[in-house]
């Protein structure tokens, strides 16, 4: 190649070079930083597993969420001299003395401000009520046979009678179940005695925390 070529070529090669401002294009010089990866929600766990970020415990619409409540399993329950759906004693039905009967009762809950016991026949079309008693206090384990705890109220039965109605169906009717019923309670009762069976027994499921029972027959 000759001379007069050479310099033909070197002049090209400068030419590409020129920016066309006058600047003469360099080399970069120094080291070009890392790329910037986007922070993301998530990591990737050693283990090479993918961990969610923590969520907020505070709903962005609905506000701070209240707690559940939490339940409490109950062991209350109600002694009788008979075992649950055994006969009635006969001294509490008006085949004898037709008194009160001797209850008991265990585990009562810990809210617990007084006690209250019914009866109420569930055999006939329409449920009878004979007896209603409240205002025991529940640190007493029991009521005594033919006995009104001190400070307690009964309501009038669907015999017209205050106090405990024995048991008396009608001969030839068959076995009746009489339900007997111990309530917890977390309000003091105020209402009279002589209140009504129903008003009172109303009452006293509308503030009964808890409540147990036990089945007694009894035919004539």
Known sequence: MGRRTAIIIGLLALAGCDTGDGKELREPTGTLPPPTVPATT???SPEG??????LPLEDPVLGEQPALPTLVASNFRLIAPWLDGGNIDIRNTCDDDGVSPALSWAAVPAGAIELAVSVIDKSVASPTVHWVIAGINPSDISLIEANVPLGAIQ????FGEIGFSAP???AGSGIHEYEFTVYALDQQVELADGTSAEDLLAFVKAVSITSANVIGTFER
């Open 155 to 158: 309501a009038t039965t669907s």
């Open 42 to 44: 998530s990591e990737i």
């Open 168 to 170: 008396c169906p009608i």
């Open 49 to 54: 597993l993918r961990t969610l970020p923590s």
